[in-house]
């Protein structure tokens, strides 16, 4: 029996997926596989697997999404370019699933549907391609357009969400949302407010308000002082940071490929919780250590957007990150209002601020910096004077 395992996720793409691999790759079993990271609708998605699949396994990541990709992108405050790496960093944690499902149930082959211009595909086949099985991605090599899948969708009795008029590939998890397709794919098009799903138009919040996250070695663990498992943590942000606009972007994205994309994107959380641990580190980690982590973020953040978190890199600067939060203990409050996300309050232990020593209604023995000041410009001072 020729069996291939598909990355399912219940959307266009993925389920016209299925039969095109009968049809037009020859395989007899299809399994399909739904990782759920978080995303709406799981219950519809299996549905529609075991409806149109040979055999079908929906498998919990949530908390492993959270504890083992989540908390350490927090901690290297994880963004490239603007973007908080939410459909990036669960492209591997959901190949390696679906890896493991394949394994058990002997198939030869692994497929994903995956265009042959995002990076997704190299997400997924970075991990895949660590296996012996055979690689297959119907939609990079059949080069087949929206329009195109949705008549195939509708001739083979699948139904999609997405029409012609509404085009939108949308990806969800605990992390964030991605909204493309249509009218979006075009720079000087305004987003229309019904892609949103996720956050309140900003111009109709109404009221401020204020919390406060707790952190303890630069995980989050508490809001409003109330202790929260990983995942509810994530979601009570993400509807806290939505109901007044907080974290929608709109950016153009250089993709892996070299191509530049029109990105959108809602992250509530993610916008409250890189802010408030940046703001954080800022009160805990000394000038030097800032410096150098901010140098290893970006090359942080480039690893996992290109989906390389096996690259041993990786897990060398997932080693540093460690050790830097140490200290990165204590809260941060924040003011949400109108699509903005605002740092007004910071306090930890282990702060290496001191009010003595800073504030200018203290005493203190300032005439000690003279010596400092006579021999901080020297060489420039000498520069100077030799040219005259």
Known sequence: MKKVVLAYSGGLDTSVCVPLLRERYGFDHVVTVVVDVGQPDVDMAERKARAIADEHYTVDAKREFVEDYLFPLIK????????????????????????EV??????????????????????????????????????????????????????HGIPVPATKEKPWSIDENLWSRSIEGGVLEEPESVPPEEIYGWTLDPTRDEHPEEITVSFERGVPTEVEGK??????????????????????????????????????????????????HRDLESLTLTYRQLQLKRVLEQQWAELAYFGLVDEPLFEDLNAFMDSTQRYVSGWVRLRLYAGSCRVVARHSPHALYSKDMVSFDTGGEPWHAEGF?????????????REG
């Open 76 to 99: 290297a405050n994880g963004c490239y370019e603007g973007y908080v790496l939410g459909t990036a960093i669960a492209r591997p944690l959901i190949a390696k699933k679906v890896v």
């Open 373 to 385: 000041s006579v021999f901080h410009s020297l060489q420039s001072r000498i520069a100077r004077r």
């Open 227 to 276: 202790r929260l498992e990983p995942v509810k943590l994530v979601q009570t942000l993400n509807e806290i940071g939505g109901r007044h606009g907080v974290g929608r972007t709109d950016m153009m994205e250089d993709r892996v490929l070299g191509l530049k994309a029109r990105e959108n994107y809602e992250h509530p959380a993610a916008t409250i919780l890189l802010k408030a």
């Open 102 to 155: 394949a394994e058990r149930v002997g198939a030869s082959a692994l497929a994903h549907g995956c265009t042959g211009k995002g990076n997704d595909q190299l997400r997924f086949e970075a991990v895949f391609r660590l296996t012996d099985m055979e690689v297959v991605a119907p939609m990079r090599e059949l080069n087949l357009t929206r329009e195109w899948e949705i008549e195939y969708a509708r001739e």
